[in-house]
């Protein structure tokens, strides 16, 4: 879907367009969401979309996705992966180790699980599978989701009112937000591998 339809169907269905990618984005259903934040932060400068609805809508959208992948984790994950789990390489074993690393790191899990595309879809479920308590995963999604959403629109609205911006190359800075943020990351952890091989 190319960002001219995505814009059409903005300006047809409103609000409800960012919602429905943003929820089908998060429950697994492939959908350019960075770039998406990205793009309504610009339209709302040139298509004047209000950005506390925009903040709102998306915000509403991820939030619940994580909400629904969560759910069905929780009383339909272990039961499927028992069932079928074999087929894929997926034992109990396995799958009890992979609870208690996860388990232990969740925070860090959920939170920045929204920055990785794949982490972000499977980590809910799989908060799910793990049983993690519902008020804990709620705390800690509602915060990733604020600071997943939030930074990306600003970042568009901000960009937007600087620069005059073509829609249409819209992905593309999406794509480099994703490529410094994986560089970012990757730097990090191999500054924390030396400090633990100079200690």
């Known amino acids: 879907m190319n960002v001219e339809t995505i814009v059409n169907y903005i300006n047809v269905y409103g609000y409800l367009v960012i919602f429905l990618f943003l929820f089908f984005g998060v429950v697994g259903i492939p959908a350019p969401e960075e770039s998406l934040l990205f793009l309504v932060g ?32 929780r009383y339909a994950g272990s039961p499927f992966i028992k069932k079928y789990g074999k087929y894929v390489g997926i034992t109990e074993e396995r799958l ?7 388990t232990k ?27 993690i308590p519902f008020t804990r ?14 930074p990306f629109i600003l970042a568009g609205y901000v960009t937007g009112r600087i620069f005059h911006i073509n829609p249409n190359y819209v ?13 970012y990351v990757l730097m990090k952890y191999l500054k924390g591998k030396n400090v633990n091989k100079s200690n």
Request: hydrophobic share 55%.
């Open 96 to 102: 009890e180790k992979v609870s208690s690393k996860y």
């Open 137 to 150: 995963f709620f705390l800690f999604s509602l915060l990733g989701t604020l600071l997943w959403t939030i």
């Open 42 to 73: 610009v339209l709302c400068i040139h298509h004047k979309l209000s950005l506390e609805l925009v903040m709102v809508s998306s915000v509403i959208g991820a939030f619940t996705g994580m909400l629904t992948a969560y759910v069905c984790g």
């Open 105 to 131: 790191n969740v925070g860090k899990s959920i939170v920045f699980g929204f920055y990785l595309p794949g982490i972000r879809q499977i980590s809910p479920y799989f908060a799910g599978i793990a049983q």
């Open 171 to 183: 992905p593309y800075i999406g794509i480099v937000f994703f490529v410094l943020f994986i560089l």
